[in-house]
């Protein structure tokens, strides 16, 4: 059973720069990409960065662009996003997902529970 646990969200004040955290089990972790997708309150879905397979290749939306870096570390089956210079429009949900292949094309297959990150003076 694939399994993605999300750990590091919380309440914030704008400027820090907490790291999320993704465990994820069930699966061959290093053959997948993944990314992490933040659904803010009252609004869509939004895809905030994937990274491939093995590391190599990542994106970022443009507003996260700079301030915002995923990472993955293949033999602790992790993914991490450093947030830096946090701002209050990154208030969101933020989930943890895995591709289907060792690209980050397409739809997520599977989905974590989700961290809340709550940025607030």
């Known amino acids: 059973e694939v399994q993605l646990m999300e750990f590091g969200g919380g309440l914030m004040h704008p400027g820090e720069s907490p790291r999320l955290s993704c465990a994820a089990s069930?699966?061959?972790?290093?053959?997948?990409?993944m990314s992490w997708v933040r659904q803010a309150p009252g609004k869509g879905l939004e895809w905030v960065s994937g990274i491939s397979s093995d590391g190599m290749n990542v994106n970022y939306i443009d507003s996260v662009r700079g301030r915002f870096t995923i990472s993955r570390d293949n033999a602790k089956n992790t993914v991490f996003l450093q947030m830096n210079s946090l701002k209050p429009e990154d208030t969101a949900l933020y989930y943890c997902?895995?591709?289907?292949?060792?690209?980050?094309?397409?739809?997520?297959?599977?989905w974590g529970q989700g961290t809340q990150v709550t940025v607030a003076s």
């Open positions: 997902t895995r591709y289907g292949s060792g690209l980050y094309h397409g739809s997520p297959l599977d």
């Open positions: 069930g699966f061959p972790f290093s053959t997948f990409a």
